[in-house]
């Protein structure tokens, strides 16, 4: 789902956004239906580094944490509830955190130690849970192969519409979720909520 809004992080770590709003995911405070220049995000401040998507926003600040938001139909902010938010929440139990990425209606987030958390809409499996639940806070997604039961040794992470992708420190790539179009790459066509290794 196309994000309907832009942010933009300035230099002083601050945010500003702008576009469509109806959920509040611009971050001023209102659902204005546009917001047609630049305003600041309320309560935003060192911030690295920001994800729009449809109709909610992300943003990770310096010390790790990360803030969401705009619309929660699905739990797509993360704040353990399914309420529209118009200032940012911040994402429950979601500390040390170096990249963060916003799906089509699921945000995933890689931590310093190599973990990967995601959270959202998961009717395709594309949190990596194991299961098709939604889930409104994050999860750590899981590894069928790696004996503590949890990916881990992740440098790098990315999210289609439906389905999620990680690249190991080996230079494996893993891939979960919707698979109707091939997009996990493991030569099936199939939907996938464990994990399954690029066929490459």
């Known amino acids: 789902m196309a994000p309907k ?5 300035k230099s002083n770590g601050a945010v500003w956004g702008w576009g469509g709003n109806p959920d509040g995911q611009v971050g001023n405070g209102t659902t204005n239906a546009r917001v047609l220049n630049p305003v600041p995000v309320q309560g935003l401040a060192q911030v690295t580094a920001v994800g729009t998507r449809g109709n909610y926003s992300l943003a990770l600040k310096s010390d790790g944490t990360v803030w969401s938001g705009g619309e929660n139909e699905y739990g797509q902010l993360g704040d353990g509830t399914f309420v529209d938010r118009f200032t940012p929440v911040q994402v429950q139990g979601l500390t040390g955190v170096t990249v963060v990425v916003a799906g089509g209606i699921h945000g995933m987030a890689l931590k310093s130690d190599g973990s990967v958390w995601a959270w959202d809409y998961n009717f395709r499996g594309q949190l ?12 750590r997604v899981q590894d069928p192969v790696d004996s503590s039961g949890f990916l881990s040794g992740v440098n790098g992470v990315a999210v289609g519409i439906y389905h999620s992708l990680a690249v190991k420190d080996n230079g494996e790539v893993w891939a979960w979720g919707y698979n109707l179009s091939g997009q996990l790459g493991d030569a099936e066509q199939r939907s996938a909520s464990s994990l399954c290794k690029l066929a490459v």
């Open 5 to 9: 809004h832009t942010l933009a992080v």
């Open 128 to 139: 990596g849970d194991n299961t098709q639940t939604n889930r409104n806070v994050p999860v």
